[in-house]
């Protein structure tokens, strides 16, 4: 949906505390009921939403004051509030990635530590309740006895303080803040987990003494903090990508201001400001050189691996590194408008954006928490009205159901794929706009490319020279080249480039034939350099090579006869060249099962030149510019998935009409509206790229979905105690508790192992 045309804007917010992927449904039902918002989409592994919005009813900064009034989960409570940062805003980008959540927010580097020192805290005190428990005391055969002689459960009770009010405050904070905002998440299940076990065991202590289970509630708060601190640092993982990105742009930059040089952070560079860069330092912002020339190294943004030499006029890019000679460039983007700023954006936003099947899990992942509350409360029902077990029994099969069930796994099943999947794009230059478009790549079967400037250089190239056998091809080239350097057309240029180690030779009386050619004297010699037309003007006739002509015409080339003194020496084949990575781009899509078609304006001759030399299965020719989102939709009407390639410019309705729309070699200009997957280098090979990053994403997410849902399915009734009477089967709420971690954690690492898909190269 193109919010744009809507008069809607988007913004990613750092909401920084979301410890749990099931917590993602509090920030939405946050910021989901406020005035102007139209949709919210949370990311538990980024820590950010994307939020789609009115301008008109309200702004950034209410956003993020909402965020802030919300607070999500603070590190303590002595924390006022959190970062929110619109990570539109450079600096404050920059300044989260480095891991410096200001305002008193939490990064995830920060996250992380608390979570490790709340585990460590609980399983310090954990493991000597343990040990003083009726379970500890059949492990080493004996009672052990308690210091002054207080009662072991007394004893125990004053040992899990610290774990109750310091490592697990943080389940019944966010438990609280979910509830008020009339949401359920993983925080309530262990929060009513942990409180449960350990209120019965306070009330029996309270009242006299019996059957407590401090070490249940103890180490099942121990448990779930050590799987998250463990999945919270494979999270950290996926987010690389981003963080490499930001970690691109330089933090100073050099500006002549009043006539002297002065250094200043990148954020306080302005439109119109002169940079001075010399040498191997990096360009701060986008803008244009005045002085100077060089080569620039742009493949941390664009993914070209050569050098591209820069003069004056030319472009350049933020954060790309200048390798040698000393360039002035005048800046022309700066902050959030650098082509670096918007592929962090586009990258951001893809990540948050929600796949078909995350959307599902979402909603699956609200009701098992209910499923989840609902059966603790039927299985304690029912092991009190159907068995003769004790009440202290009957809870522990309760609270075991409660821990079993966190659909924690179900909610970073798709966004941590999706954003290891995204960022492995990011460093290959291959944009993807959103989630739903990861999830069509994967699904692509046939792939239609525009021929002119995608699968060809779209420049003339000499590809072939027919000389009769008397007179050598150089010759020939030295007094073609000397009249077409007279001349302006493209084609000239094309031979110019070809004779560009051949000794220069002045041309005299030169002479311009308009659409036929041009004559000249080179060297006491008249040459005519033109096609038919012009050989019929001046009476020569073609000779042995009209039949070398007409082959050439029929594959396609454009034929340019060579005349010296009124005799045909030689035919000179010009043709728009195949880039040099198109072949293999063609062989990696039919190795994928992947059909290839080719869409041109020009001649069926031409295309099929081009379909003969790379192995392309169909061509589709003299198709009219408008008329190329037809051939798609005829496509499309076959059952096929299809995926356009074309450069963004007028290949904009077949793009917006195919399944899967991409923009190729689109360089700085990023935001191309109507394109699915933005390719930043004039690379066809990135499209297969681009495919089987889709399928190892989805491949990913369908594993982890898989894994989650059916974890639950076979864990549940064995928590609830289903088969304990007749096999003897039951687990303990911190084995409950060892497993879910578990669960989540596998499910965040088989995102990351993504990070090692083999790639064409």
């Known amino acids: 949906m193109d919010h744009h045309s809507q008069g809607l804007a988007t913004v990613v917010l750092d909401v920084s505390g ?104 609980a399983a310090v005190f954990s493991i000597p309740i343990m040990l003083w428990s009726p379970m500890g005391a059949e492990m080493i055969g004996r009672d052990l006895p308690t210091p002054f002689g207080v009662r072991t459960d007394v004893f125990t009770l004053l040992l899990s303080l610290p774990v109750i009010f310091y490592s697990s405050w943080i389940f019944f904070d966010g438990a609280f803040r979910a509830l008020r905002r009339r949401t359920l998440d993983m925080m309530v299940l262990v929060a009513v987990a942990i409180g449960t076990g350990w209120g019965y065991s306070l009330i029996i202590t309270l009242t006299g003494g019996g059957d407590v289970f401090y070490e249940a509630a103890t180490m099942l708060a121990s448990f779930v903090l050590l799987g998250h601190w463990f999945e919270m640092r494979a999270r950290g993982g996926a987010n690389d990508a981003i963080r490499a990105l930001l970690n691109l742009a330089p933090p100073k930059a050099t500006v002549v201001r009043d006539g002297a040089e002065v250094e200043v952070p990148t954020s306080g560079v302005l439109v119109d400001d002169l940079l001075v860069v010399r040498p191997g330092a990096k360009i701060a912002v986008d803008g244009r050189v005045e002085e100077g020339a060089g080569e620039v190294d742009e493949s941390m943004v664009t993914g070209e691996s050569l050098p591209v030499h820069k003069e004056p006029g030319a472009e350049v890019i933020g954060a790309t590194i200048n390798l040698n000679g000393s360039l002035r460039v005048r800046a022309t983007k700066v902050g959030s408008d650098t082509a670096l700023a918007q592929i962090v954006k586009l990258v951001q936003e893809a990540q948050n954006s929600k796949a078909p099947g995350q959307r599902l899990a979402d909603r699956a992942a609200f009701w098992l928490v209910l499923v989840a509350l609902v059966g603790g409360g039927l299985t304690l029902a029912a092991w009190l009205l159907f068995s003769d077990r004790p009440f202290s029994s009957a809870i522990l099969f309760a609270i075991t159901v409660v821990v079993i069930t966190c659909p924690d796994a179900l909610g970073l099943a798709t ?313 003897g089967l039951t687990l303990r709420p911190e084995v409950a508790a060892m497993s879910m971690s578990g669960s989540s954690l596998i499910v965040a690492v088989n995102a990351l192992s993504l990070k090692r898909l083999k790639l064409p190269r």
């Open 415 to 727: 966004p941590t794929a999706i954003m290891v999947g995204s960022g492995l794009g990011a460093k290959r230059g291959v944009l993807f706009k959103s989630a739903v478009a990861i999830e069509m790549s994967a699904r692509i079967d046939t792939v239609v490319f525009d021929k002119t400037g995608t699968l060809t250089k779209g420049e003339p190239e000499v590809t072939e020279i027919v000389t009769v056998p008397a007179f050598p091809e150089s010759e020939l080239l030295k007094l073609v080249a000397a009249v077409e350097r007279e001349s302006e057309h493209p084609l000239a240029k094309a031979i110019i480039r070809r004779a560009s180690d051949v000794e220069v030779v002045p041309a005299v009386d030169f002479e311009n034939v308009s659409g036929e050619g041009a004559i000249a004297s080179v060297g006491g010699r008249r040459v005519a350099v033109g096609n038919r037309r012009l050989l019929e003007r001046k009476g020569i006739a073609l000779g042995e090579l009209a039949t070398a002509r007409e082959r050439l015409a029929a594959t396609g080339h454009t034929a340019i006869f060579a005349a010296v003194d009124g005799t045909v020496v030689g035919v000179i084949a010009i043709a728009d060249a195949p880039r040099p990575t198109s072949e293999a781009a063609v062989t990696a899509l039919h190795e994928m099962g992947v059909e290839v078609v080719v869409l041109t304006g020009d001649n069926r001759a031409t295309g099929e030149r081009i379909a003969a030399g790379l192995g392309i299965d169909t061509v589709i020719a003299d198709v009219l510019p408008g008329d190329k989102a037809a051939k798609i939709a005829e496509l499309q009407g076959a059952g096929r998935t299809v995926a356009m390639v074309g450069d963004g410019v007028n290949d904009a309705p077949a793009l917006a009409q195919a399944d899967l729309g991409i923009a190729i070699g689109a360089g700085t200009d990023v935001a191309i509206e109507t394109a699915d997957i933005v390719l930043m280098r004039s690379d066809p090979l990135d499209v297969p790229t681009a495919l089987r990053i889709g399928r190892g994403t989805l491949r990913k997410m369908h594993q982890n979905l898989a894994w989650a849902v059916g974890y639950n399915t076979i864990a549940l009734p064995i928590a609830a105690g289903v088969f304990a009477p007749s096999f």
């Open 18 to 121: 979301v410890h749990w992927a099931s917590q993602q449904a509090t920030t939405k039902a946050v910021l989901g009921q406020r005035p102007g918002v139209v949709d919210v989409s949370p990311n538990p592994v980024a820590q950010s939403a994307t939020v789609t919005y009115d301008p008109q009813r309200t702004s950034v900064s209410d956003l993020s004051n909402w965020v802030r009034e919300c607070g999500l989960h603070c590190a303590g409570e002595s924390v006022p509030a959190h970062l929110c940062v619109p990570m539109d805003d450079h600096a404050a980008m920059d300044h989260a990635a480095m891991g410096h959540g200001g305002h008193g927010g939490m990064s995830m580097a920060a996250m992380v530590a608390d979570m490790r020192n709340r585990f460590l805290v």
